[in-house]
């Protein structure tokens, strides 16, 4: 499903996020940025050493990434042309801040795709993997950002994406979409 706000394409699709030909692909990452599993070891795997090599250079700068931030790096061998990794939440009951870190994970990965002047990202289901957090509410976050975003009007992207790895996270962005659709925006 697709809408549009304020010139901004913005869609949910179920598919393999390594494949996207987009400017920038997200890795929902770890903080030490040396890949893992899930959605972090995909890119990783698919991108080649060239990831992994600036990753290695971000932690030389600053020791890797903290939860809610995000860098920027090559894709490697990706048909991205580049990866934000951003470093998501665990769950842990929703009382220790996710809410608030998952939300930091969407904007800083917008800011950074505007300072580099991305015209196109692909965000997976950031944190409802291994790290727990319930999917309706992960959805909400993200397209809530996302809306934001592109009311604000002000930014470099035009295609924001979301890449369901499975039909269920699907369907709920899909409803997000469809009830951000209908209040108008």
């Known amino acids: 499903m697709k809408i549009v706000i304020y010139g901004i394409e913005i869609e949910a699709v179920q598919a393999d996020i390594t494949r996207e030909q987009v400017d920038a692909i997200v ?3 770890n903080s030490s940025l040396l890949g893992g599993g899930g959605v972090d070891g995909a890119i990783h ?4 050493s060239a990831i992994l090599e600036d990753c290695y250079r971000i932690r030389e700068r600053q020791g ?9 790096t090559t ?10 990794h951003t470093v998501g939440p665990v769950w842990n009951g929703g009382n220790q801040q996710e809410p608030d870190l998952l939300r930091s994970c969407y904007v800083h990965c917008l800011q950074l795709a505007d300072k ?3 015209k196109s990202i692909s965000f997976p289901n950031i ?4 790290y727990g957090y319930p999917k309706p509410e992960a959805a909400a976050i993200a397209l809530d950002v996302v809306r934001q975003y592109a009311e604000a009007g002000h930014g470099s992207l035009k295609l924001i994406r979301f890449v ?5 996270n699907l369907t709920l962005y899909e409803q997000q979409l469809e ?3 209908l209040a108008g925006a």
């Open 75 to 84: 894709a490697g061998h990706l048909p991205a042309q580049h990866v934000i």
């Open 164 to 168: 369901c790895f499975d039909r269920d």
């Open 179 to 181: 009830r951000i659709q």
């Open 127 to 130: 944190s409802t993997g291994i």
């Open 64 to 72: 890797g990434c903290r939860t809610g931030e995000a860098v920027i």
């Open 45 to 48: 795997r698919a991108g080649g």
């Open 27 to 29: 890795n929902a990452a």
């Open 116 to 118: 580099h002047g991305l």
